[in-house]
């Protein structure tokens, strides 16, 4: 595959379980506690080890998402609110 060639594009028909992110604060041992901006929901604490997942800043906290084989991860805001619609 030559440096010009445009990698092949996909379209997301995935549903996911997702909260957008308040605020978060982690732990020694890479867990989060965090809080959406939906109110109803209670704080999540997360496993061990999401620090790696989390590529947020304070300019953009994002979406915690869980997948339907329950894999957890971090999306930035715009990317999840272009790829997904609340049902």
Request: hydrophobic fraction near 35%; charge should be negative; avoid cysteine.
């Amino acid at each position: 595959m030559g440096a010009e060639a445009e990698l092949p594009r996909y379209r997301s028909h995935k549903e996911v379980w997702a909260l957008k992110i308040a605020a978060i604060e982690f732990a020694e041992d890479g867990s989060a506690k965090i809080a959406p901006v939906d109110s109803g929901y209670a704080t999540l604490k997360t496993e061990a080890g999401y620090r790696t997942k989390f590529h947020g800043g304070e300019d953009d906290l994002g979406y915690y998402v869980v997948y339907k084989d329950g894999y957890k991860s971090w999306s930035p805001t715009v990317a999840f609110e272009e790829g997904y619609t609340r049902t």
